[in-house]
């Protein structure tokens, strides 16, 4: 299976906006979520965000909800993260991952859900 790739990070000031993007690769007949969490230096891997296949489920990490919009364009097999008012905790490399999910006790906030990881974009946002 191909990882999805990450793009759209960057270096920007408290307040400024991002947005990420994560293709998928390659094909699936699997009817995936794609998720973002991110991990600061010397921190646990966070759940930031997810988002189920036709969009009719979406959840947010309590330090986004908000500021943070989930979205995805499956005829481009590609999700984004919009990240408004960002502030230095949002710093960290950002992931996305693909999985098929229960949404059962809340599973989409375990990395273990997830079996397929992009490499991460970098997300710095300075005072």
């Known amino acids: 299976q191909v990882r999805p790739v990450e793009s759209g990070g960057g270096v920007v000031q408290a307040g400024d906006s991002l947005r990420l993007s994560c293709t998928a690769g390659g094909r699936s007949s699997t009817r995936f979520s794609m998720g973002w969490f991110r991990q600061a230096p010397g921190k646990e891997r966070e759940f930031v965000a997810v988002?189920?296949?036709?969009?009719?489920?979406?959840h947010y990490g309590d330090s986004v909800r908000g500021r943070f919009t989930i979205s995805r364009d499956n005829s481009e097999n590609t999700g984004y993260l919009q990240m408004n008012d960002l502030k230095p905790d949002d710093t960290g490399v950002y992931y996305c991952a693909t999985g098929a999910l229960s949404y059962s006790q809340r599973d989409y906030l375990l990395p273990t859900a997830y079996p397929i990881w992009g490499q991460g974009t970098q997300v710095t946002v300075s005072s």
């Open positions: 988002i189920s296949w036709s969009g009719d489920r979406i």
